[in-house]
């Protein structure tokens, strides 16, 4: 699947799109049970697709004046081509264009390598989220 396309959800459409994929990975797949919460209803969320297929989403958001990615998630069928670092690039990009200087992000600690491999840095002390280790991460942009 090379013709990925990239958008920015801006219907309601595109929106349930970037939400069934967390669904389907975040809920179904992993067992969280806090998924969902205020910020979806004010952050940008990205979607990748191909041929009309959702594949993967992100979301990017600003809390306390501090630029976040999160909500990083590539389907089942769909990993290993790369669509995590494609999605980790627009959302670093969008935030350089919204006037970030860095980005920070909430990471699983299973997947902390990827995000070293991508420029992020491991910063303060563990937590946890839905009984999940997490570890937050930041890049200067």
Not at 9 to 15: G, H, N, P, V
Not at 78 to 99: D, N, P, W, Y
Not at 107 to 132: I, L, P, S, W
């Amino acid at each position: 699947m090379n013709d990925i396309t990239l958008l920015w959800a801006s219907t309601a459409e595109q929106k349930a799109q970037c939400f069934a994929i967390r669904q389907e990975v975040f809920v179904e797949e992993q067992h969280f049970t806090r998924e969902f919460d205020a910020t979806d209803d004010t952050a940008l969320h990205l979607l990748a697709a191909s041929q009309g297929v959702p594949m993967a989403t992100a979301r990017l958001f600003q809390e306390n004046g501090v630029w976040v990615v999160g909500r990083i998630c590539v389907r089942k069928p769909f990993r290993k081509l790369g669509l995590g670092r494609l999605l980790l690039s627009a959302a670093e990009q969008k935030a350089r264009e919204l006037g970030a200087q860095e980005l920070i992000l909430s990471a699983q600690n299973r997947a902390m390598g990827f995000y070293e491999k991508c420029g992020y840095q491991a910063v303060g002390t563990g937590h946890y989220e839905d009984d999940c280790p997490h570890t937050d991460m930041k890049k200067t942009l």
